[in-house]
């Protein structure tokens, strides 16, 4: 199965930061990944589809970029709702990275 | 509105086995493959596999081939996860997820606790 790699971990960032959190598979997916958010207690939401594609009502603030191996998510203008975590997934064996929970500094 | 509904929190003791109803409502039900993602508390998500609701064909994850099984019910527009031969590292809160692009629409979620 191919594996995929997120980080870092934990993100501790102020509002209007601009942050990046970075995602790798193990071996090419072309643009087959996805990015999500998830706040405590709720399921996660839906971000970015084909590594790119912004999920329609979430803010474009948010971007995808990357394609082959190396993936990232980047939050332009950081917001208080955005401090939340972040997972990306690929689908090829549908694996999920293991999440970057972004902190408050 | 397009939503998935899941049911009620469990409990079980090990060794027991688990059935999490899904219904989907406001979209096609045989139109999107159902997966299902599970998280332990405090950690990461799990993806466990997915159903067809239209043939009813499956794909589970290697880890969990053997012991969940997922069905469907076309009448009510509902999927089921089974799991067997509980343990308590399967305390986990259970997600039923549709997949269109990616996986758009989640259930609220279904908790699960193993415990003697």
């Known amino acids: 199965d191919i594996q995929t790699t997120q980080s870092p971990s934990t993100l501790s960032a102020s509002v209007g930061d601009r942050v990046t959190i970075a995602c790798r598979a193990s071996?090419?997916?072309?643009?087959?990944l996805a990015w999500y958010q998830q706040k405590p207690g709720k399921a996660p939401k839906l971000l970015i589809y084909?590594?790119?594609s912004l999920e329609s009502g979430v803010p474009s603030r948010f971007n995808g970029s990357g394609s082959g191996t190396e993936f990232t998510l980047t939050i332009s203008s950081l917001q208080s709702d955005d401090f939340a975590s972040y997972y990306c997934?690929?689908?090829?064996?549908?694996?999920f990275g293991q999440g970057t929970k972004l902190e408050i500094k | 509105q397009v939503q998935l509904v899941q049911s009620g929190a469990e409990v079980k003791k090990p060794g027991a086995s688990v059935k999490v109803s899904c219904k989907a409502s406001?979209?096609?039900?045989?139109?999107?493959?159902m997966h299902w993602v599970r998280q332990a508390p405090g950690q990461g998500l799990e993806w466990m596999g997915w159903?067809?609701?239209?043939?009813?064909?499956?794909n589970y994850a290697q880890k969990f081939q053997g012991w969940v099984t997922m069905t469907r019910d076309m009448s009510s527009s509902t999927a089921y996860m089974e799991l067997s031969g509980l343990r308590s590292d399967d305390t986990a809160v259970y997600y039923c997820?549709?997949?269109?692009?990616?996986?758009?629409?989640w259930g609220q979620g279904t908790m699960v606790t193993v415990s003697s």
């Open positions: 997820v549709r997949y269109h692009n990616a996986f758009d629409i």
């Open positions: 406001g979209y096609t039900f045989t139109g999107y493959y």
């Open positions: 159903i067809n609701p239209n043939s009813g064909g499956t």
């Open positions: 071996q090419s997916i072309s643009s087959w």
């Open positions: 084909r590594a790119s």
């Open positions: 997934q690929q689908f090829n064996s549908y694996t």
